[in-house]
């Protein structure tokens, strides 16, 4: 079955620690972007991916990193420079970025729920 | 700046009962709208969406939604809500002014009770 798997579900990180979030995809999409979701705030944009070896900030970059090696693959880090980092992680993709990478639908994954110990 | 408000935080309804959710948007040109639903601890599902044409927009699990240029607003109803509805959904707008990169409203979780 397509579709887009995240790694783990629950994460747990003891503070000063980098953690690394998983996301693959089986679509053959283009475009990859990483949310993170708080109560009460919707969801808010760390970094996009619009195609292999290229990647974007979004609103909240600060504090993570990524990398964009292979089309299927976005992995996040959460670096020990991110003061809040708890929170439930969400990776989506769609058919194809450039100058359409909004309006194109988006299909996520089942999210990562990051915990700082 | 662009900014997506969904003004009720939490709805109780009935099942059987109608169901709308408020959405207003501010931006300045047409943005291109989509309804989102995620039930608890899981990723989000695509309702509609909205990009030109006919207003009201027909979506999956019986939901559709109205675009209303001269009030800025795209709300999502129901005429008949399931226990299964119950869940938090999410309004997103996107535009060229933006890079295309969607903006989401805070959610609104809808309870339903038998």
């Known amino acids: 079955d397509g579709g887009i798997t995240q790694s783990p579900k629950y994460l747990f990180r003891k503070e000063g620690q980098n953690v690394t979030l998983s996301c693959e995809q089986n679509?053959?999409?283009?475009?990859m972007y990483w949310y993170r979701q708080d109560p009460g705030q919707g969801l808010r944009l760390i970094y996009y991916?619009?195609?292999?070896?290229?990647?974007q900030k979004g609103d909240i970059a600060e504090g993570y990193s990524v990398s964009r090696e292979k089309k299927e693959s976005f992995p996040l880090t959460v670096t020990s420079a991110q003061k809040n980092p708890t929170a439930f992680y969400l990776c989506?993709?769609?058919?194809?970025?450039?100058?359409?990478?909004?309006?194109?639908?988006?299909?996520f994954g089942p999210g990562t729920r990051l915990t700082v110990l | 700046a662009q900014s997506v408000t969904q003004p009720d935080i939490h709805i109780t309804v009935s099942e059987g009962a109608s169901l709308e959710l408020r959405c207003n948007y501010s931006?300045?040109?047409?943005?291109?709208l989509f309804w989102y639903v995620q039930s608890p601890g899981q990723g989000l599902q695509l309702l509609l969406k909205?990009?030109?044409?006919?207003?009201l927009v027909q979506g999956i699990k019986g939901f559709e939604a109205e675009f209303k240029r001269s009030q800025s607003s795209f709300n999502l109803r129901k005429p008949s809500v399931h226990w299964s509805d119950a869940a938090e959904y999410f309004c997103?707008?996107?535009?060229?002014?933006?890079?295309?990169?969607?903006?989401f409203g805070a959610g609104t979780t809808v309870t339903v009770r038998a």
């Open positions: 997103a707008v996107g535009d060229r002014s933006n890079d295309y990169k969607l903006s």
């Open positions: 991916s619009q195609i292999v070896n290229d990647f």
């Open positions: 989506a993709s769609s058919i194809e970025g450039g100058s359409f990478v909004g309006w194109n639908e988006q299909f």
């Open positions: 679509l053959n999409h283009d475009a």
């Open positions: 909205y990009f030109s044409g006919d207003t």
């Open positions: 931006y300045g040109a047409t943005p291109y």
